[in-house]
């Protein structure tokens, strides 16, 4: 029988009143900015941002599933062929397990990371991945995305 990885992460993250009331006065500046500087389109565009934002949020179940075998990756939905995917590393965040991301032989979204549960033996689930892909050696997140985690975005 062929060992297979499976796990369920929340796809929804809490945010606080602090997070509306400082994305809405940063929305509301912008838009007033653009206008003040007779950029219609751009304060139009951020009028639009936090509906489209509303809406793509509610759409989103509240779990997704993650399932991870030598052939494929199963997440968002979709599989991944295994063949598709060059190189894997788990990301840390505060020296924990982040999350997982594979680099896809893609031109347009070559990145695919993937949310790891607590319940996620990350050692194990790295020398499964090490029979069939290549490790990349930076585990650690960048400014910018340890500020998207932060904001919660």
Do not use: C
Request: charge should be positive; glycine fraction near 0%; aromatic fraction near 22%.
């Amino acid at each position: 029988m062929e060992k297979e990885f499976f796990w369920t992460f929340n796809a929804k993250t809490q945010k606080t009143r602090f997070w509306y009331i400082a994305a809405g006065l940063l929305i509301a500046f912008f838009v007033i900015f653009w206008i003040i500087q007779k950029i219609y389109a751009m304060s139009f565009v951020f009028f639009i941002l936090p509906f489209v934002y509303f809406i793509t949020e509610r759409k989103l179940p509240a779990y997704f599933e993650v399932k991870v075998t030598k052939e494929w990756v199963w997440v968002w939905s979709k599989f991944y062929d295994i063949r598709t995917v060059k190189s894997f590393v788990i990301i840390n965040y505060d020296n924990k397990p982040f999350s997982l991301r594979l680099r896809l032989n893609k031109k347009r979204f070559p990145i695919l990371d993937i949310p790891l549960s607590d319940k996620v033996n990350t050692k194990m689930l790295t020398n499964f991945l090490k029979e069939t892909l290549e490790e990349e050696e930076d585990q650690n997140m960048n400014f910018f995305e340890k500020m998207a985690v932060f904001l919660k975005i």
